[in-house]
């Protein structure tokens, strides 16, 4: 009957009904007395007395479960040599941290002959004893070990009992997506438990597209003495803006840090804190607050140590044994006691041989890898919950409680299964800090309330420093700076509500990667090793930055530009008055007036309307005489007197007149620039240029975009400006290398125009190289990048940025004072096409005007011949006109042979001259006598009477006939 009460179950069954005896004699304890009596009792006269198991426990003397870890294996023991038929004895090994004194104290347990060896030592120390009781084949069971990668082939017969922190970055990974937190922090110590314990997290952050760790930190905990130590990576946290924060590292590290987060700030609302099983299962060990709750809202995850029936008749034993009314279990206790379970339940299995072992002897134990595999083997019930191993000796118990602190005590809230993840039934129950309701955003999206460290280099336009009094020695202050890039700072401070100071580098450079140093240089690494928060000057974006650190949206883009002082051009051509105007225009001038001249000439003979009085016959030569002659006189403002009578040919002079005016007026107006200013001029035009002349030096600034994109393409040209090239530290000493002259500066245009704008003597032109984007830049993964970007995007829309590149780019005031003079151009055909198509339309609507008074007379002709055609009648007017200038013709050839008066006629010539103006007055008088018959109320008979046949003639009438005849 006895046997059946070996099994713990059923004995802790029996004590349990017998407590509720209602005889109150009955106690356990002395039922307990009397099993222990029977069983010895039965043991030695069955069996005889047994050598006992020797089972070694290997702890850290500063272990704060150190004691605890004592009871639970002296409770464990007596438990096994009460009811099993097996005995053990637990011989225990202290250590103090120290590799030699982890040796010492595995090398006691070894000369103790021990079976196994039950650890609970961290990850890293039991690497170190697994290696020793390997060379012994001794079985090792770690009941703390979590690292991922502990076992190793040197180590074949360690088990763990606790999951492997591989699930633990599962639970971590599914709890911040439980929340939706996809952009965090992730602070760690740099030893195996810190690094292996996260590198789940890190792996399943990477693949999901959602999630952004913003800062990953880790400190030494060698060097860790106080909170100050832990400051300087809590305000990098700060200041990522992130709002939800993964702790993964020891008990001991962790209070300095949540004491540290305390100070800075990041334990107030809207912060989330996430710690693992280190600090959960050591809750007890908190650090003291000013504040009890403080801390309360911390969220955690830890192996599950059990809930079943099973655990909670041990706890009650475990507290009677003890004989204490309080006692926690924690999940390290509860698998220590599983292990030693473990063991006994092995050892009566297969009964192994009693070891002897000699430390300084390395000999392996013939019953070892049989006492391992019975392990791996065994499954069964324990109060940490199912035990069962894989083929490596990793529990297959892979199930985590989540736990929240609530007035300083972790209380579960929640589980997680491998199979089916996160399972929280009343998520209501859990706190976050500073506020017990709806769980925290995982970002902020302002600045508001933070300062930060802005990092620029003195260069107009883009950051101009103030050398007056009241700003020497303050650098720092932003009032003491101006210039685009700091107008445009002032505009983010205020959208986004933070402040800020400046920071110059010690080395006054953008940053570029030194190989000497192995490292960047200038505002690049300063802003790498967080002397600065952002880069507040535009930099070029290129690929060996943006490995490093990470830029915002483009501010402006640039285009690469030459600048140079050109040669003088002093007019010492004495035909310097030609200079106005092109060569080619010139001829096309004189070719126009004597077209036009050509033009107007033809259109006069053949108009129905001749170009002058009809009194004028004309012969074809003096036609062309003096339609050239207007032509000319019209550019001259002067010419031939009289008016054209055919409508083609006024239509003609009138838009050759405005095509002169206009020429004449451009012409005047770039003569005068010609005379008035000195003109610079060179034969330089392209980069390429410069390798084919030995005048001038070039280069461009050290670090610059320009010696980038120089480098990055790969020509042979470029290369040779490259390896060419003399290179200056700032852009000051490139202002004064161009104005000693002979040097080319090599750089971006909107600094060009803004350093050049009062020199005159200066000219530029556009390198081949692309056009690139600048920007400013904060640390790699910072949340700022998104926060600011869009609001420089916002101002971009908004129009501020273009209005800002107005007033430092292109400011109208900004024009040149100083040097020889400005670039004054020869005009061309291509720029004076324009008025050449406009003149030559002209020409060709006269031409249609011809046509519509041949029209015309054709017309009236045809109501006096209506069975004649258009075309005959055309013919028929065509005919009459060329009959009617052949005419004029014969008579300017008579008009030609008349005799000049004699000399000695002149006299009487200018007497008839004074006779004639006398009859024009007499003529003057009739005709308003006539006017006056006119008016009268005589009969029309008696006026026409009067009239005659007289022939009243007009001066010019008279003058014609004066030369015809003479008299």
């Not at 195996?192 to 997290?201: E, S």
């Not at 953008?510 to 880069?535: A, P, S, W």
């Not at 803004?754 to 640390?779: D, W």
């Not at 046509?851 to 258009?870: D, G, I, T």
Request: net charge negative.
């Amino acid at each position: 009957e006895y046997k059946s009460y070996l099994s713990d179950k059923t004995v802790y069954d029996v004590i349990s009904r017998l407590k509720r005896h209602p005889n109150p004699i009955i106690t356990s304890h002395i039922l307990i007395s009397m099993l222990s009596i029977m069983r010895l009792l039965i043991v030695m006269g069955v069996a005889g007395v047994a050598s006992p198991y020797n089972i070694g426990l290997l702890l850290h003397e500063g272990d704060p479960h150190y004691e605890l870890y004592l009871r639970i294996s002296e409770y464990a023991s007596y438990i096994i040599n009460l009811y099993s038929n097996t005995s053990v004895e637990i011989v225990t090994s202290e250590y103090q941290g120290s590799s030699a004194s982890i040796y010492k104290a595995t090398s006691k347990l070894i000369d103790e002959n021990v079976v196994v060896v039950i650890s609970a030592s961290s990850s890293k120390h039991v690497g170190q004893e697994a290696d020793l009781t390997s060379l012994f084949d001794i079985p090792m069971i770690s009941v703390t070990a979590t690292d991922p990668f502990i076992k190793t082939a040197n180590r074949p017969l360690l088990i763990r009992m606790a999951p492997s922190d591989t699930f633990q970055g599962e639970v971590l990974f599914d709890l911040l997506k439980y929340y939706n937190w996809n952009e965090i922090c992730i602070l760690a110590s740099s030893d195996n438990y810190g690094i292996n314990g996260i590198v789940t997290l890190l792996s399943f952050a990477s693949q999901d597209k959602d999630m952004t760790v913003w800062c990953l930190e880790y400190f030494d905990p060698t060097i860790v003495r106080s909170t100050s130590d832990l400051l300087p990576h809590l305000r990098n946290i700060r200041d990522s803006l992130a709002r939800v924060i993964v702790l993964n590292c020891n008990r001991k590290y962790g209070e300095l840090v949540l004491e540290g987060a305390e100070a800075v700030g990041l334990m107030s609302f809207g912060y989330v804190w996430i710690v693992t099983d280190a600090i959960t299962s050591e809750f007890e060990l908190l650090p003291d607050a000013s504040n009890e709750h403080a801390f309360d809202g911390i969220l955690g995850s830890e192996p599950s140590r059990g809930q079943s029936d099973l655990f909670k008749m041990f706890h009650d034993q475990f507290k009677s044994y003890l004989g204490v009314e309080k006692q926690d279990v924690g999940t390290w206790s509860a698998f220590l006691y599983d292990a030693i379970m473990l063991t006994q339940k092995a050892l009566e299995q297969i009964k192994p041989k009693h070891p002897k072992f000699d430390s300084k002897i390395i000999k392996k134990w013939e019953d070892g890898k049989r006492l391992h595999e019975s392990m791996l083997n065994m499954k069964f019930e324990g109060i940490s919950g199912a035990i069962a191993f894989d083929d490596e000796g990793l529990s297959m118990n892979r199930v985590y409680n989540l736990k929240n602190l609530q007035d300083g005590v972790f209380k579960p809230v929640g589980r997680w299964y491998s199979d089916i993840g996160i399972q929280i039934k009343h998520p209501e129950v859990i706190r976050f800090l500073g506020n017990p309701g709806a769980p925290p955003r995982d970002n902020m999206k302002s600045l508001s309330g933070k300062h930060l460290r802005l990092g620029t280099i003195y260069e107009p336009p883009y950051s101009i420093k103030n050398f007056s009094r009241p700003c020497i020695g303050r650098n720092w202050n932003p009032d003491c700076w101006s210039g685009f890039d700091h107008d445009l700072l002032k505009i983010l401070s205020t959208t986004l509500n933070f402040s800020y100071h400046i920071y110059e580098p010690a080395d006054n450079q953008y940053g570029t990667y030194n190989e000497r140093l192995g490292r960047f240089t200038g505002l690049v690494y300063d802003l790498q090793t967080r002397k600065i928060d952002m880069i507040g000057t535009p930099l070029i974006i290129n690929y060996e930055r943006s490995s490093v650190i990470d830029f915002l949206s483009d501010v402006v883009v640039a285009k690469s530009t030459s600048v140079f002082v050109g040669t003088l051009n002093k007019f010492e051509n004495p035909l310097f008055f030609l200079a106005p105007l092109d060569i080619y225009l010139w001829l096309l001038l004189i070719l126009i007036i004597c077209l036009l001249g050509i033009v107007i000439s033809f259109l006069s003979r053949v108009s129905p309307l001749s170009a002058y009085s009809s009194n004028y016959p004309t012969s074809p030569l003096s036609v062309f005489s003096g339609t050239f002659l207007v032509a000319c006189g019209i550019v001259g403002s002067k010419g031939r007197s009289g008016i054209p009578n055919s409508p083609a040919v006024r239509f003609v002079l009138i838009v050759w007149w405005f095509f002169t005016t206009i020429i004449i007026s451009m012409y005047t107006a770039n003569l005068t620039a010609f005379i008035t200013w000195e003109q610079a001029t060179s034969d330089i035009h392209t980069l390429k240029d410069l390798l084919y002349q030995d005048s001038y030096s070039w280069g461009t600034i050290n670090g610059s975009a320009e010696q980038d994109l120089l480098m990055t393409k790969k020509q042979t040209d470029l290369d040779l400006i490259v390896k060419n090239s003399e290179n200056v530290a700032t852009i000051f000493e490139a202002v004064k290398k161009v104005k000693d002259g002979e040097h080319v500066f090599i750089y971006d245009d909107l600094s060009i125009g803004y350093m050049f704008r009062q020199y005159c003597n200066v000219s530029t032109f556009f390198n081949e190289l692309p056009t690139y984007g600048l920007s400013f830049a904060v640390p790699k993964n910072s949340p700022m990048k998104r926060i600011i970007s869009n609001s420089i995007l916002k101002l971009a829309e908004e129009g501020y940025i273009e209005i800002l590149k107005k007033k430092w780019f292109q400011d109208e005031h900004n024009h040149c004072t100083e040097g020889f003079g400005v670039h004054s151009k020869a005009f061309n055909i291509k720029v004076m096409s324009g008025l050449f198509i406009m003149l030559g339309v002209a020409v060709v609507i006269g031409f249609v005007i011809t046509f519509a008074e041949y029209f015309r007379l054709c017309y009236n002709k045809k109501k006096f011949h209506p069975s004649a055609s258009y075309l005959q009648l055309f013919i028929s007017v065509i005919r009459e006109n060329l009959l009617r200038n052949q005419e004029s013709l014969s008579k300017t050839t008579q008009n030609q042979h008349i005799p000049t008066v004699p000399s000695k006629f002149r006299e009487e010539e200018t007497r008839c001259l004074e006779l004639l103006l006398r009859l024009l007055k007499k003529r003057d008088r009739i005709e308003d006598k006539i006017t006056g018959l006119q008016d009268s109320t005589e009969p029309e008979s008696d006026v026409s009477d009067m009239i005659g046949n007289r022939q009243l003639l007009s001066p010019d009438d008279i003058t014609t006939r004066y030369y015809e005849t003479g008299v």
